[in-house]
């Protein structure tokens, strides 16, 4: 258990919907990354908050959104589904060497399972 | 553009063999690197980092990586594969020059298969 924890687990929806997926990031973790995993695209890095802040954007596209609370669990906002976006979200926190700086591995989810149909 | 290859979809190996998962990398200036494995319905696993110093690593579940500079590489590596090894790995990198922030950019991955 990496202890960081996804909910959730399967969803099923359909186009032109919206969904949230949430996570909560290990105890004391203060960053939190969003990727997403398909069979075509592989792992791809969505965005990256720390501490409430947004620090990274990757492939995100402009109908997702995401945001980190000040009990620094997250959510991300899909909208506009389409068949396209289903795939595994996964939700990882790091650990803080130091103010604002990571040593480097993340800790993962058990992910979101995103089923468009 | 930055990016982290794993030539191989799949890697077969019979139990008892040593196996290698290959990574090659093309990033700037000197990365960190690591392996993540994942099983099936599962999320991502760290197994093992480099950062800096010995070239060998050793990582969980009796891994290890092999850090090379000069070919920008960072095979996997066990020295004796068993049938519970069989899963998807992943090498990823983190440029330096990336901020400090923790981006890390995922290769392909590979299947591992092993045989009894």
């Known amino acids: 258990d990496s202890g960081v924890t996804q909910t959730p687990k399967h969803l099923i929806t359909a186009t032109g919907q919206r969904v949230t997926l949430r996570c909560s990031p290990r105890?004391?973790?203060?960053?939190v990354y969003w990727y997403q995993q398909s069979l075509d695209q592989g792992l791809q890095f969505l965005i990256q908050y720390y501490n409430g802040e947004e620090r990274a954007k990757g492939n995100i596209l402009e109908r997702f959104s995401a945001q980190q609370f000040p009990d620094l669990h997250s959510e991300l906002n899909l909208s506009s589904l389409e068949l396209g976006d289903s795939a595994l979200y996964f939700c990882?926190?790091?650990?803080?060497?130091?103010?604002?700086?990571?040593?480097?591995?993340?800790?993962f989810g058990e992910g979101s399972r995103l089923t468009v149909l | 553009a930055q990016s982290v290859a794993q030539p191989e979809d799949q890697v077969n190996v019979a139990e008892g063999n040593p196996l290698t998962v290959k990574c090659t990398y093309s990033?700037?200036?000197?990365?960190?690197l690591f392996w993540y494995v994942q099983y099936p319905n599962r999320g991502l696993q760290f197994l093992l980092k480099y950062i800096t110093g010995d070239n060998l690593v050793k990582g969980s579940y009796g891994f290890e990586a092999e850090f090379n500079k000069s070919q920008t590489s960072f095979h996997l590596k066990k020295p004796s594969a068993l049938v519970s090894d069989s899963a998807l790995y992943f090498c990823a990198v983190r440029p330096l020059l990336s901020g400090g922030y923790n981006k890390l950019i995922f290769g392909a991955g590979t299947r591992l298969a092993v045989h009894p």
């Open positions: 990033v700037s200036g000197n990365p960190y």
């Open positions: 105890s004391g973790d203060l960053s």
């Open positions: 990882a926190s790091s650990v803080l060497h130091r103010a604002g700086v990571d040593t480097g591995e993340l800790f």
